[in-house]
Nanobody
């Protein structure tokens, strides 16, 4: 599975932005997709996720401002970000958890990261 994130850019405080993450390859094996973000000098932090069943989960700091959704074919995940503030400035990364197929070794789950997309919010 490969992940391609897009949609980052520059926005003024209070504005909105939508990020996309498109998965390709053996996408049927994905059990969860998520968004993380990272600022210089800090660890990558969880933003939100959506399971293959459609259950979403969010970090406390983004609730009611950010919404995760996906395309009908489940291969693209979106992060709608509203009411952005300067603290949301970060590189946003797409993440996926997949179950390896019967022919793969080692067995079990695999975590995949896409390249980040930069979001800059001016105050």
């Amino acid at each position: 599975v490969q992940l391609q994130a897009s949609g980052g850019g520059f926005v003024q405080a209070g504005g909105s932005l939508r990020l996309s993450c498109t998965a390709s390859g053996t996408t049927f094996s994905i059990t969860r997709m998520g968004w993380y973000r990272q600022t210089p000098g800090n660890q990558r932090e969880f933003v939100g996720s959506i399971t293959s069943g459609g259950t979403t989960n969010y970090a406390d700091f983004v609730k009611a401002r950010f919404t995760i959704s996906r395309s009908n074919d489940k291969n693209t995940m979106y992060l709608q970000m509203n009411n952005l503030n300067a603290e949301d400035t970060a590189v946003y990364y797409c993440n996926a958890i997949r179950v390896r197929t019967m022919s793969e070794r080692p067995r079990g789950n695999q975590e995949i990261w896409g390249k980040g997309t930069l979001v800059t919010v001016s105050s």
